[in-house]
């Protein structure tokens, strides 16, 4: 799908992800509606790159759907909005665990009900979902941010094969580790000796081809974590003691305090 010219409404705006991908997608001409909770940084954003600012929380569902409303010339949808979700199951509150799965899993599954109609009567239109490799390999401490991204993986590829034919594709984009922005960045979480992370430079690169080339899945890791993280979906016992020997609770519980009050 072309982008230049055509309307983008980005999701999850206000975190360096967003703002990376707000950069990448105003460079290739698009016309940016820029999404989050906080206005005082949307604004900013906004100012610089040409584009508008609709504010809205998306664990309200009725701000989901007034965002559709406000946002209904858009031909390119980005649900990049995530919530931190690591640490165990057990410390969750239930309204925590409702928000998390409201934020990361429910609402890019309205946001894509309420636009694809449009799209299809268009004949012209894309659905990106940004993911994680968290979709395809679980890990400790991460159980509830698991549930989130496998079963975004899920409404991605489901949609992409109920949308083929009408003109409106569906892409998921995959990061692994991301260094300069995100969750791990965010909380300052020391990785374990040896693993390799990418920029959001080449998260948004990857976001920007998955439109342009009407990619099903991509996966934004180094080559071991892509080939981790396929074996360990295959074989996740495997998975599990391997993630065990290379301190994998150390690294979730270094997560989860760091995100524990932004949940």
Do not use: C, W
């Not at 990376?20 to 604004?43: P, S």
């Not at 992409?160 to 960045?185: E, W």
């Not at 976001?207 to 071991?224: F, K, M, Q, S």
């Amino acid at each position: 799908m072309r982008i230049a010219g055509t309307t983008v409404l980005l999701t999850g705006a206000t975190g360096g992800i967003g703002q990376t991908l707000a950069r990448a997608f105003a460079a290739k001409g698009a016309k940016l509606l820029l999404t989050g909770r906080r206005e005082e940084v949307l604004r900013p954003l906004a100012e610089r790159l040409g584009g508008r600012v609709i504010v809205a929380d998306l664990a309200e569902r009725s701000d989901v759907e007034r965002l559709v409303e406000e946002a209904a010339d858009a031909r390119i949808v980005i649900a990049n909005a995530a919530l931190p979700a690591s640490g165990p199951v057990l410390d969750y509150r239930p309204e925590e665990l409702d928000r998390a799965l409201d934020v990361n899993l429910r609402a890019p599954i309205l946001l894509s009900r309420l636009m694809a109609p449009r799209m299809v009567e268009a004949g012209s239109g894309h659905l990106v979902m940004i993911g994680s490799l968290s979709g395809r390999t679980a890990s400790p401490g991460a159980a509830l941010y698991n549930a989130a991204k496998f079963g975004l993986r899920g409404f991605a590829l489901g949609l992409r094969q109920d949308l083929h034919g009408t003109g409106v594709g569906v892409s998921l984009v995959q990061p692994g580790f991301v260094g300069d922005a995100g969750m791990f960045a965010d909380a300052g979480t020391s990785l374990p000796t040896g693993v390799r992370t990418v920029s959001s430079r080449r998260v948004a690169a990857a976001t920007i081809r998955a439109v342009e080339r009407n990619r099903a899945e991509v996966n934004v890791a180094p080559l071991e974590l892509r080939l981790g993280s396929a074996i360990g979906g295959l074989f996740p016992s495997i998975a599990e003691r391997a993630q065990r020997g290379a301190g994998a609770g150390h690294t979730s519980r270094q997560l989860a305090d760091g995100q524990r009050d932004k949940r």
